[in-house]
């Protein structure tokens, strides 16, 4: 069992930054592949970012491609996505998600966060 939970949501004015976390505990954190997921009301889950378990290899949605960049450590356990240059189109429910294959398909994560609010207002 992996548990996560996601910190650093709020509400930001476009152009904005934030920086969202995810602190796992449980299992090896290092042993697992990390993604981070997002969804709009209405809208099915979106991938936005994953990497590898050690880091070496990271993805990225077209949607946040050089705006946003997914960092982890796994000293601290955490997984990180700083969010740069925010939208209006990026206000959704942020997830943190693990497992042990790095994917953009949500249906292959195993283990999720509760999620954080970003709301980026125009």
């Known amino acids: 069992q992996v548990q996560l939970v996601e910190s650093g949501g709020g509400l930001v004015q476009a152009g904005g930054s934030l920086r969202l976390s995810c602190a796992a505990s449980g299992r090896t954190f290092s042993s697992y592949a990390m993604g981070w997921f997002r969804q709009a009301p209405g809208k099915e889950r979106e991938f936005v970012a994953a990497i590898s378990w050690s880091g070496g290899s990271t993805y990225d949605a077209d949607s946040v491609k050089g705006r946003f960049t997914i960092s982890r450590d796994n000293a601290k356990n955490t997984v990180y996505l700083q969010m740069n240059s925010l939208k209006p189109e990026d206000t959704a429910v942020y997830y943190c998600?693990?497992?042990?294959?790095?994917?953009?398909?949500?249906?292959?994560?195993?283990?999720w966060g509760q999620g954080t609010q970003v709301t980026v207002s125009s």
């Open positions: 998600a693990a497992d042990p294959n790095i994917s953009s398909y949500y249906l292959e994560y195993d283990y």
